[in-house]
Nanobody
């Protein structure tokens, strides 16, 4: 069993900051790419940012310069530092990771349960 557990969501005023964390646990051999997606009411789920095991990052245009993704490979944790938050950033944020459970197994995509981020005054 593999689990991804997010934390750090909440209510913040426009211009504020939040830091999301997502910890992977269970029977894990290796973790490849990790990332964050979000789903706002009335919209489709969209990519926010991804990071490879080597530290290469990719960001959606709407968060460039405001959000920073990072990871701790030893602990199996991915972070999303969100600064200069806007009301349009309000959404449920989901953690995603490509995980191989055994040495020769094909990596599968796993999702966390989501954490609510609300940006409002």
């Amino acid at each position: 069993q593999v689990q991804l557990v997010e934390s750090g969501g909440g209510l913040v005023q426009p211009g504020g900051s939040l830091r999301l964390s997502c910890a992977a646990s269970g029977r894990i051999f290796s973790i490849n790419a990790m990332g964050w997606y979000r789903h706002a009411p009335g919209k489709e789920r969209e990519l926010v940012a991804t990071i490879t095991s080597g530290g290469n990052t990719n960001y959606a245009d709407f968060v460039k310069g405001r959000f920073t993704i990072s990871r701790d490979n030893y602990k199996g944790i991915v972070y999303l530092q969100m600064d200069s938050l806007k009301p349009d950033d309000t959404a449920v944020y989901y953690c995603n990771a490509d995980i191989a459970r055994y040495r020769f197994s094909t990596p599968l995509s796993y999702w966390g349960q989501g954490t609510q981020v609300t940006v409002s005054s």
